[in-house]
């Protein structure tokens, strides 16, 4: 039976109903048509998935939309503003932290929110910071690099 | 992959979540972190008509420092736990093994009393609650039991919860002075990892005498469940606390207290060999930690 949920998406209000079996990464993308945020295994180990959820990264594959009633979640949709992209988006355009793109939405969330708590991370915190998030791609050398260069 | 479909419930206190356990039994999975369950439900490894989720019970993901132990709530998250200044101060051996759980976004989700629940061998947080001599709090309507935790565990996923019982949280001794722990955890990579040897141990010695006057060791990934070595501990009792002993207590680890099986992950002879390296290890920080304690 479908529930009525209110969240906040990237500073916007919504409420809708969800199924009980929706999780959060699939009513992002089918019902909000949020499709940044990414999905690669479904399983919780790729991380392509990444939001922020009252503050924390996790995996909105994981989590059920019904348990989002409530909370404030941020995507990567959230991040450019009308003048373009954020710094930290930049960041990765500029340093080649980007091929194919899938992992990019979750390693920026993830990179986002390391850097909001923490704006001057070690390296050792940077590469734990991402260490949910794979990519297939680049061979995080690049990303990590995009990462360190927005330290404050 | 989709989820099949159930009936979510989310009760808001613990006597709404027994009464619903109650009336539903075995029809109903506890829904914590959902980190191992919904990939579980995702895969068809498990079924269940009804989950009940218990994230909207605050008391379940509370840490209180009571006088001489501490209480963690079975919703309390590995980041959570992690954080806690009274973790890092004197339980050090668990907040290693909640830092190093599968990786920076699982760690925000999963539970301690997941961990527990799903039973893993190698589960991250095990070796550390037993070593801690922690009980566990089980509630079913209308009655409580404590359950020890080195007799929580019955099988590779089974533990003694019964079909209407929750799991509400763990209490720990807080550890006397002169007493240290430490964990250590081997998988093929450092994060999103399933443990191919995880080891804890804990000793307590008398600064007079310098004798260890007590020791847990607990070996994860080398049995059917977590467990304690028990002829190690033996060895090492009495003992001075030094390489010779911390050695001698490694061998009898080694030896006699782990039952390794082959996998992909690992031989069983590589497993029992590096018991010994983690036991021994494991023992001689947590001696250097006693001495600073």
């Keep these: 039976m479908k529930k009525i949920i209110s969240l906040t998406i990237n500073d916007q209000s919504h409420e809708i109903a969800v199924e009980p079996n929706i999780t959060l990464a699939d009513m992002l993308r089918y019902e909000l048509a949020l499709t940044g945020t990414k999905k690669g295994c479904d399983t919780g180990d790729c991380g392509a998935c990444t939001v922020i959820m009252d503050g924390d990264v996790v995996n909105s594959c994981l989590v059920l939309a019904i348990q989002a009633n409530g909370s404030v979640i941020e995507t990567i949709e959230g991040l450019s503003t009308d003048e373009g992209l954020s710094p930290l988006q930049e960041a990765f355009v500029e340093k080649g932290a980007i091929q194919c793109g899938f992992c990019s939405p979750g390693i920026i969330m993830s990179a986002k929110n390391l850097l909001d708590k923490n704006p001057n991370p070690t390296e050792d915190q940077i590469r734990e910071g991402v260490s949910g998030n794979l990519c297939r791609c680049t061979g995080y050398q690049k990303i990590f690099e995009a990462i360190e260069s927005q330290r404050s | ?293």
């Design chain 2, 1 to 293: 992959m989709l989820l099949p479909m159930f009936e979510f419930h989310e009760p808001l206190s613990i006597e709404e979540a027994l009464e619903l356990k109650k009336k539903l039994g075995q029809n109903a999975r506890i829904l914590a972190g959902g980190t191992d369950l919904l990939v579980h439900l995702k895969k068809k490894l498990v079924k269940t008509d009804n989950l009940i989720s218990l994230s909207r019970i605050k008391a379940l993901s509370l840490i209180t420092e009571q006088k001489d132990s501490i209480f963690i709530g079975a919703c309390a998250t590995m980041a959570q736990i992690s954080r806690s200044p009274v973790i890092a101060k004197k339980f050090t051996a668990l907040k290693s093994g909640c830092d190093n759980l599968g990786n920076h976004l699982i760690r925000n989700r999963a539970t301690i009393g997941g961990n527990a629940c799903n039973a893993s061998p190698a589960g991250d947080t095990l070796p550390a609650l037993l070593i801690y001599d922690s009980v566990a709090l089980l509630e079913s309507y209308g009655k409580k039991r404590e359950i020890p935790i080195a007799d929580f565990f019955t099988g590779p996923g089974k533990s003694c919860i019964q079909p209407d019982e929750i799991l509400t949280g763990f209490r720990l001794p807080i550890p006397t002075d002169h007493s240290g722990a430490h964990y250590i955890q081997l998988g093929k990579r450092k994060s999103s990892e399933i443990n191919v040897v995880n080891v804890a141990s804990f000793l307590e010695y008398d600064p007079g005498t310098k004798k260890v006057i007590t020791t847990r060791i607990a070996l994860g990934s080398v049995a059917a469940t977590p467990i304690r070595a028990a002829r190690a501990e033996a060895a090492l009792l009495g003992q001075a606390p030094e390489e010779a002993s911390f050695f001698a207590a490694a061998e009898m680890a080694r030896r006699e207290d782990c039952r390794p099986i082959d996998d992909f992950r690992g031989t069983a002879g590589y497993r029992q060999a590096m018991v010994g390296v983690l036991t021994k290890r494991t023992l001689a920080t947590a001696y250097e930690r006693a001495k600073g304690a």
